[in-house]
């Protein structure tokens, strides 16, 4: 099995900073990577997939980086509503996938 | 529109059972594979069990195997989840949701979950 390991565990921002998530993987997973962001009583939603592609819609100041084991998702400029817990996925092992532990981005 | 809606979710003591239901819509059901993932109050996702298109094949989480049953009708475009022996820690928030990766893009969809409570 793919272990998703993220870090840290939760931070604290504000509006205007850059964040930056880590998430590794057990395993090499090549790009097979996506980044989703939950808010809290919401399903989650889909930022990024292929480790640094952005879903449509998504705004520029998300980017994803990485492959193999190692992955980055970066917030720029972080905004009101960007306040949530995201999480990484690997689908490797598709239809089977994994999730990260998350983190939680606070004020 | 894409649309998955679960039901099922409610109170049920340790041991029981319970069987979760997931509508699709919007999309040809048939072809795609179909997952449950869950979270506990508080805590992260944590993926539960998947089944292939036609039903041929489904994986589960080491925390649910021999417990959990997966399985879909493709004729209603429904996916079930059966939970059986539930204990305190399956208590969660289950969504059903459809991952579909083709070697290229990667797409999903969720439903807004289900709750599943196991007290006494």
């Not at chain 1, 292929?50 to 492959?67: D, K, N, Q, T, Y």
């Not at chain 1, 917030?75 to 239809?95: E, R, V």
Request: proline share 4%; net charge neutral.
């Amino acid at each position: 099995d793919i272990q998703m390991t993220q870090s840290p565990s939760s931070l604290s921002a504000s509006v205007g900073d850059r964040v930056t998530i880590t998430c590794r993987a057990s395993h090499d997973i090549s790009n097979y990577l996506a980044w989703f962001q939950q808010k809290p009583g919401k399903a989650p939603n889909s930022l990024i997939y292929a480790a640094s592609s952005l879903e449509s819609g998504v705004p520029s100041r998300f980017s994803g980086s990485g492959s193999g084991t190692d992955f980055t998702l970066t917030i720029n400029s972080l905004q009101p509503q960007d306040f949530a817990t995201y999480y990484c996925q690997q689908y490797s092992t598709y239809p089977v996938v994994t999730f990260g532990g998350g983190t939680k981005v606070e004020i | 529109e894409v649309q998955l809606l679960e039901s099922g979710g409610g109170l049920v003591q340790p041991g029981g059972s319970l069987r979760l239901s997931c509508a699709a819509s919007g999309f040809i059901f048939r072809t795609f594979a179909m997952s449950w993932v869950r979270q506990a109050p508080g805590k992260g996702l944590e993926w539960v069990s998947v089944v292939t298109s036609n039903g041929g094949a489904t994986f589960y989480a080491d925390s649910v195997k021999g417990r959990c049953t997966i399985s879909r009708d493709n004729s209603m475009k429904t996916v079930y989840l059966q939970l059986n022996s539930l204990r305190a820690e399956d208590t969660a928030t289950y969504f059903c949701a459809m991952f579909y990766f083709d070697g290229g893009a990667y797409t999903d969809f969720w439903g807004q979950g289900t709750l599943v409570t196991v007290s006494s």
